[in-house]
């Protein structure tokens, strides 16, 4: 894979996340949910790559493993860390827990992601206390500093989670989320269940942070104005399968994949002088314990042809830094934004 | 099947629905929650309403209470919710929530989808048993005139081999094809509103489309006028022809869909079209965000519900008086004191 500039913090090399099927008393395995299928990526420094699909298409599970949050089949997760290069995959339960500190996640749900029976302080120190990074008083200054950092009030640091608004959930765990001073974060959308003012502030604040602090996102959404807001590079799944990996502006301007260029054309725009004539897609995401033949997403292609049916289409570079798997990459010319 | 074209039966002129002063206050242990608070509008025949505000701006409460339908301890205290239906008016705000008259109206004049179709859809019936207890309640029909309306109905609504699926159980279809159960359940009787809570929040993009555009064309078909509330801008601009912007129980913008976005008045409209990424804009700018949350409606202080977080608040005005909905341009309404 090629590097535009400098080495990757991060690199996925060839990822699988299978989940058996089982069946009858034994447990028999009977088949296997293809949640993530040979997934390849890098992610450089500093940079936000947006992950963007619909629901079942494996990207939270792709975050997840990428975390070993849960253990991927197969596959390399590379990250650098200083001047060397981990393997995630293959670190040992005490070396996993020692590159914890620099590798966090943020959920969707402010709710359900915030244990209801502690407060600021504690919910905030414990990556700290944890990773024996800070105690006692230099903990509570530096709880201080970072509740200051997401913009919620020092007085309230005694107070449980029920007693914030959504967005002020949401700040509390990406408080959590900085406490150890990661470099890298899986964001699994931090922004869907908030309303759309909140929305704006939260992620204002995730692109000062990064700023700040010179992190890296893994950014997950099924919202393409979301992505298009936050993301330097955008990755669309499909059925387990990164179908388009591209720059931001090259590929909302110059999609290749038809599953994209649909993609984009179902997003309702905030204008009633655009409404237009879509792209309907017919039927609905393909069931990944038994996903068609060839290439995913040829049931629901308009273009798609025999080939399609049969073979799986590669993973290609089609431009610099412009990677998609369709048989007809070079041929089609797809319709992006306007 | 041929259904009545009701519209043509009924004057123009007459809107379907006017809701005038409309106040629906929750009793709680903490004080009296303004959930609707003076609220008035109208939908006319065969047009799309859309109502937009964010969470406990008061939207769904306003569509339950034309369904007299809100949940306790919300007591609807005020006002009219007036329904044109073939010559005659009926206030609905003054029917017993319980009987005859409303039940007759609920669930054939008027209907309603909402946005988990997994939980408004009962498990333990057959989808076509379902849509035939709506047929069979407000029609004359038999069991079997009912079965070939609900096939059909079903056919309409874009599900492939109805045959078998009208025999199936709510948890055996996909999202997007239980949102079009329910669609096709609520225009089984051919109402002239139709309410859609949500309908597509829960969905992915490209089954919303596909939802949205199915709307659109029911729409066309049946005649009905929609009440279509979402916090979606985008989907507000796709579908609807008139919008109802809420903040905090109160109407703050009421306008046609192409001056709420081109010409926005009040600050809140404003703020809210500015916080929303827009595709195909340059990426990674700096959004310009509503500071603060939308408080809790509970004793709120004197003056305009929006003065904490508006840029233009003006002191000595806007937290003094609380601002009435006035017409600036033909159709134009807006509560700020900007346009006094």
């Known amino acids: ?338 | 099947m041929d259904f009545e074209n009701k519209t043509i039966l009924n004057n123009k002129n007459i809107p379907l629905l006017q809701v005038k002063n409309l106040k629906v206050y929750f009793y709680l242990e903490e004080g009296i929650l303004k959930a609707v608070d003076d609220v008035s509008f109208d939908i006319g025949r065969k047009k799309v309403l859309g109502i937009v505000g964010e969470s406990g701006c008061g939207k769904s409460v306003t569509a339950q209470s034309i369904l007299r339908i809100v949940p306790h301890p919300g007591k609807t205290v005020e006002g009219e919710i007036l329904l044109h239906q073939n010559g005659n008016l009926v206030d609905l705000a003054k029917l017993d929530p319980f009987g005859r008259e409303i039940r007759a109206i609920r669930g054939k004049e008027i209907t309603m989808i909402f946005q988990e179709p997994m939980t408004s859809l009962s498990p333990i019936h057959t989808i076509g048993n379902q849509i035939m207890e709506a047929v069979l309640l407000h029609r004359d029909m038999s069991q079997t005139e009912a079965r070939e309306l609900t096939l059909e109905m079903l056919y309409k609504v874009g599900i492939s081999n109805p045959h078998q699926r009208i025999d199936e159980y709510s948890y055996q279809l996909s999202g997007g094809l239980r949102q079009r159960a329910m669609i096709a359940m609520a225009l089984s009787c051919n109402p002239s509103l139709l309410i859609a809570d949500e309908p597509t929040t829960a969905l992915d993009v490209t089954v919303q489309a596909q939802i949205l555009e199915l709307m659109k064309e029911l729409q066309k078909e049946f005649g009905m006028s929609i009440i279509y509330i979402t916090h979606n801008l985008g989907v507000i601009a796709e579908i609807c022809d008139e919008v109802l912007v809420m903040y905090l129980g109160k109407v703050v913008e009421h306008a046609s869909a192409d001056e709420i976005f081109h010409n926005p008045l009040h600050p809140y409209t404003i703020g809210l079209l500015k916080s929303i990424p827009k595709v195909g804009k340059k990426a990674r700018t700096r959004l310009e965000a509503i500071k603060g949350t939308v408080p809790l409606p509970l004793d709120l202080p004197r003056g305009c519900r929006f003065y904490q977080r508006c840029r233009e608040a003006k002191e000595g005005i806007c937290d003094v008086d609380n601002p009435s909905l006035i017409e600036v341009t033909k159709g134009h309404r807006v509560s700020c004191f900007l346009y006094k």
């Open chain 1, 1 to 338: 894979m090629i590097k535009k500039s400098g080495m990757p913090l991060l690199e996925v090399k060839n990822l699988k996340k299978y989940f058996p099927v089982e069946e009858g008393f034994w447990r028999k395995t009977v088949g296997y949910v293809k949640a993530v299928d040979k997934v390849n990526l890098y992610i450089n420094e500093g940079e936000t790559l947006g992950v963007v699909g619909e629901s079942g298409c494996g990207k939270t599970t792709l975050g997840r493993c990428i975390l070993r949050a849960i253990e991927p089949t197969e596959g390399s997760i590379l990250f650098r860390l200083n001047s060397d290069i981990i393997d995630i995959t293959k670190l040992d339960r005490e070396s996993l827990r020692a590159t914890r500190r620099y590798t966090q996640m943020i959920f969707q749900d402010p709710y359900s992601s915030l244990d209801s029976r502690m407060t600021v302080l504690d919910i905030v120190s414990e990556p700290l206390l944890v990773n024996n990074l800070a105690t006692g008083r230099k903990m509570e200054e530096r709880v201080k500093d970072l509740v200051k950092v997401v913009g919620l009030n020092v007085k309230h640091l005694k107070r449980y989670p029920h007693a914030f608004s959504g967005g002020q959930r949401q700040r509390i765990g990406i408080a959590r989320a900085l406490a150890s001073n990661p470099k890298f974060i899986v964001a699994d959308e931090p922004v869907s269940a908030l309303d759309v003012s909140v929305q704006a502030q939260t992620l204002n604040l995730l692109q000062d942070l990064q700023a700040r602090f010179k992190l890296t996102y893994l950014f997950i959404s099924h919202d393409l104005s979301v992505i298009e807001h936050i993301s330097d590079r955008v990755a669309v799944m499909y059925v387990g399968k990164i179908v388009e990996l591209a720059r931001t502006e090259e590929f909302f301007l110059n999609p290749l994949h038809p599953y994209s260029e649909a993609l984009l054309s179902a997003l309702p725009k905030p204008d009633p002088r655009l409404r237009m004539k879509r792209i309907i897609l017919s039927g609905e995401v393909a069931n990944p314990v038994n996903p068609p033949s060839g290439c995913y997403f040829h049931p629901r292609c308009k273009y798609a042809e025999e080939i399609c049916k049969k073979e799986e289409p590669g993973w290609k570079e089609v431009n610099p830094e412009h990677f998609v798997a369709c048989h007809f990459a070079k041929e089609l010319s797809l319709k992006g934004v306007i």
